[in-house]
């Protein structure tokens, strides 16, 4: 049955399935963690019964991998996070630290510094991804009380809407009123897409509406996503100019690509050639290799002719705030 059909009160159902769903993957998560803390526990208790012999413990634990069909690497971080850890904080942190965080937690060696990245989490609901960026982008194992007690600048507020998302346009034609021109896809960047009369006829001027691939061939439909998520993009990085001016080839939709050069909104860093210049290039070049791709939103082209962008790496990583939390950029 298509979902305009449905009865009103499927919009409550849905909402129920969704939070019964996310609450049952965190308990799930919470319990993972608690297992490979207990896991850990016992291996540790085992060893010490043969005075922390270092061999033992290597020969055990390799028995336990070819045993249990467990890969080895896992039973050490097990051990790990039963060294680093207690079961009470495990189980303090409940819901809100995944395995996946704890991996990367386990890995720093100073007390000190896995302590200030824990509170970091917390304070910012970072996922793992996002710590994984922030160790690497800030070194964490040579912070500083200073660094960490720095006043920093105002951030933004990121501005992202969804993938494919296009509002029909009518563009003034030579000779026709604006009425009678016909419906175009706003793609953005100035690139505009013809829609089909038979196709156009079940839509409105203005209306928002989203596309579909299926089978090589693409579509569009009504859709409930608002102006706010327009202008939206999938795209890879061809060159890093400096920190905050990129390079990019963006992904239209519909097999259609574009090459644009963009400039981080609201931000300015240092020029290339200066030592903070190089500094912040080198540090924007060092994330954005890893990435595959980033998802960009734009907004309308400043007084140079260039768009401006708001760049995502990976799902939660902003990197316009990312340059100006690491003193590599100042707000303007």
């Known amino acids: 049955m298509p979902k305009s059909n449905l009865p009103i009160t499927y919009k409550s159902l849905l909402n129920k399935v969704k939070n019964t769903l996310i609450l049952g993957q965190q308990r799930i998560e919470a319990e993972k963690v608690k297992t490979y803390w207990e896991t850990g526990h016992h291996i540790i208790m085992e060893i010490k019964k043969y005075g922390n012999r270092a061999d033992y413990g290597t020969e055990a634990v390799q028995q336990l991998s070819k045993d249990l069909g467990v890969e080895d690497s896992t039973l050490h971080r097990c051990v790990q996070l039963a060294k680093k850890y207690t079961k009470a904080q495990i189980v303090a942190r409940g819901r809100q630290f995944k395995w996946s965080h704890y991996r990367k937690l386990i890995a720093i060696v100073d007390d000190r510094e896995r302590s200030l990245l824990e509170k970091k989490i917390d304070q910012n609901n970072w996922s793992a991804e996002e710590l994984g960026v922030r160790i690497k982008s800030r070194k964490f194992n040579t912070i500083t009380v200073k660094e960490e007690t720095a006043s920093k600048q105002d951030l933004l507020t990121p501005k992202r809407g969804a993938l494919y998302t296009y ?76 920190a905050d001016t990129l390079k990019v080839r963006v992904d239209l939709g519909f097999g259609i690509w574009h090459r644009e050069t963009l400039r981080l909104r609201d931000i300015d860093s240092p020029e290339v050639g200066t030592k903070g210049g190089d500094a912040a290039k080198a540090f924007v070049q060092s994330l954005l290799k890893e990435a595959d791709t980033i998802i960009l939103h734009t907004t309308r082209s400043d007084k140079y002719d260039r768009y401006l962008a708001d760049v995502f790496i990976g799902t939660d990583t902003f990197l316009n705030n990312l340059l100006l939390e690491e003193d590599h950029a100042l707000r303007v």
Request: charged residues 30%; without cysteine.
């Open 167 to 242: 509002r029909l346009v009518q563009r003034p034609t030579l000779g026709w009123r604006i009425t009678d021109s016909p419906l175009q896809l706003d793609l953005g960047f100035g690139v505009f897409r013809d829609v089909e009369p038979r196709v156009a006829s079940r839509f409105a001027a203005e209306q928002i509406v989203e596309s579909l691939k299926k089978d090589g061939t693409y579509s569009i439909s009504a859709s409930e996503r608002t102006a706010k998520d327009l202008f939206t993009y999938a795209a890879y990085i061809e060159r890093v100019i400096d």
